[in-house]
């Protein structure tokens, strides 16, 4: 249980802020038992001022008084802020890291321990408590470890463990999909608007349309398909653009968005190992 533990965050930024917004707002951990991290004083006086939170600009102190810490700065950063941090984590401690397609071999070899490390790939929904990650758990976590990277992200969204091959194409998929979602939200509002409907409102009616069928497939576990058929009236409005839709390769260009995506991530991974 993550309760009652203490965990440094490295690199607290946008995605580790809203993670620390979520762990405080569920009440997963005490707004004193962690610490954020990073070199601007200015933005961490303003992560203790808005959350509670302890904070330092100095990553090794950080790392050390805590029984979890969190790695998230940008993939860039990672191999200078392991170096640091080398020689300070302990075998004992749980190393979670947010940062895109850096491996938990890598993470190991770089902060030279064989301690446990989770992999998360989150998204930015997270800063609404609507967040999707993707755990996947090193070699040397256990079920227990990966219960406790499970806590955290769960306080910001839903979680899911994948087996750390798969993590590329969560982010394919999960971790890039919000982008996706937007570019369909904005074809439905220019949709509404060509239409006659004014912008604000179409605006509202297709990111409400959108988070309404998201509900709606998570909520009743339906087959996304059986959906479909439910509101497809014979002869109706929806089966005409479902014709149109599928004759322009709706499913298909999707699709091939996250191959490209997940290939991309991939390629990247292996830059960074380089
Ligand atoms: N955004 C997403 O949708 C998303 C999704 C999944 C995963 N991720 C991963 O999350 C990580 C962070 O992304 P982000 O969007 O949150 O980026 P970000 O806002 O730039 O956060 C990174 C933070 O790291 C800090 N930093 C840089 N160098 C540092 C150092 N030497 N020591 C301590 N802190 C340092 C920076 O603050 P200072 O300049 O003040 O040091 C910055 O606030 C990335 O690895 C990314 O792959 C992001």
């Given at each position: 249980m993550i309760k009652n533990q203490t965990i440094a965050v490295i690199g607290a930024g946008h995605m580790a802020g809203a993670l620390i917004g979520g762990m405080v707002r569920s009440k997963l951990?005490?707004?004193?038992?962690i610490t954020a991290s990073r070199r601007s004083s200015e933005a961490l006086a303003e992560l203790q001022k808005k959350w509670g939170v302890r904070t330092t600009v100095d990553n090794r102190k950080a790392a050390a008084e805590a029984d979890v810490v969190m790695l998230a700065v940008k993939p860039q950063m990672a191999r200078k802020v392991m170096e640091e941090l080398a020689g300070t984590i302990r075998r004992d401690q749980l190393v979670i890291s947010v940062m895109a397609g850096v491996t938990s071999a890598a993470i190991n070899k770089a902060l030279r321990v064989d301690c446990p490390v989770v992999r998360a790939m989150p998204n930015t929904p997270c800063l609404v408590d609507a967040g999707a990650t993707a755990l996947a758990a090193g070699a040397h976590a256990t079920d227990a470890d990966l219960a406790r990277a499970e806590a955290v992200f769960k306080s910001v969204g839903l979680v899911v463990a994948l087996p750390e091959s798969a993590l590329d194409a969560a982010t394919g998929l999960s971790g890039s999909g919000p982008v996706y979602i937007y570019m369909v939200i904005e074809a439905m509002i220019d949709g509404g608007v060509k239409m006659g409907i004014p912008r604000a409102i179409a605006a509202k009616l297709a990111a409400q349309t959108v988070y309404g069928a998201a509900k709606l497939v998570l909520e009743t576990g339906k087959h996304p398909a059986i959906l479909k058929d439910e509101v497809?009236?014979?002869?109706?409005t929806a089966i005409n653009a479902i014709h149109v839709l599928e004759s322009r390769g709706l499913r298909s260009v999707l699709i091939d968005g996250i191959v490209a995506a997940t290939n991309r991530s991939q390629e990247l991974s292996k830059l960074l190992e380089q």
């Open positions: 951990l005490a707004p004193k038992s497809t009236t014979p002869g109706g």
